[in-house]
């Protein structure tokens, strides 16, 4: 089973590990501090888990994580991710990560930046419009458990939800699908990696990330996506 580096531990990590390993997967988890910092989360997901520093993380993924905001001075341990598939799950926000000129004037998308930090791997953006918490407000008891776990459905039901993963480089697309399909989720596959921007904050798709959205609908969403350029 494959094995997958997850840097960053915050409720988009941690959340992810989760799903995971219930599916099966081993994870290895860094921070930004150390991996003593991590001993609670690591001994609550169990056996398949286990904590390690960013370049060890990295090293003993099979596939890697970036769960954390993109920032232009980020420490990313390269080397160690040579040849792999990152899945990026980062969403460009400006209140929370600072502005970017080039962002906001359309000329790039903010996992084009982190695909140019990490030039020999294949950066592929991904979970990127499903919440990693729970419903606000809660509408009923389920909407307490993260939507990636709330939404997700066996194959071949009528409403699977569905969920976009945008590359460069096809074969990190079908390394995410089979991810999101281990996970419950159909693959919806949107090239090249500029066009990660259809489900960024305020477009239809990003919008339905509560609730979720079929493989038809999704599709739909990204037809009616329009950039909002600053």
């Known amino acids: 089973m494959t094995t997958i580096g ?20 081993d994870v290895v988890l860094a921070n930004s501090r150390s991996p003593r910092t991590l001993e609670p ?6 056996p398949r888990a286990r904590a390690a520093w960013a370049a060890d993380a990295a090293a003993a993924a099979d ?4 769960a954390f905001p993109y920032r232009p001075d980020d420490e990313l341990p390269a080397a160690e991710l ?14 929370r990560d600072g502005t970017c000129p080039d962002v906001e004037a359309g000329r790039v998308t903010v996992h084009e930046l982190r695909q140019r930090r990490l030039p020999t791997s294949r950066v592929a953006a991904a979970f990127t419009h499903v919440q990693f918490h729970p419903r606000s407000p809660l ?18 039901v009528p409403d699977r939800k ?7 480089h096809p074969d990190a697309v079908r390394a995410v699908a089979e991810l999101y399909d281990a996970l419950g989720y159909d693959a919806v596959g949107l090239t090249p990696l500029s066009e990660s921007w259809r489900v960024g904050p305020g477009t239809p798709a990003w919008n339905a990330s509560f609730d979720g959205q079929t493989r038809d609908e999704l599709v739909r969403n ?3 996506a329009r950039r909002a350029v600053r």
């Open 6 to 25: 997850i840097l960053g531990a915050g409720q988009a990590g941690s959340t992810l590990a989760q799903a995971l390993v219930t599916v099966g997967y």
């Open 41 to 46: 989360l690591v001994r609550a997901l169990g």
């Open 63 to 66: 596939l890697a994580v970036t």
């Open 82 to 95: 040579v040849g792999k598939v990152v899945v990026d799950t980062n969403n460009y926000m400006a209140w």
């Open 139 to 156: 509408r009923v008891p389920s909407d307490a458990v993260p939507a990636l776990v709330r939404l997700s459905r066996p194959a071949g």
């Open 162 to 168: 569905a969920l976009v993963v945008a590359s460069d």
């Open 222 to 224: 990204l037809d009616r």
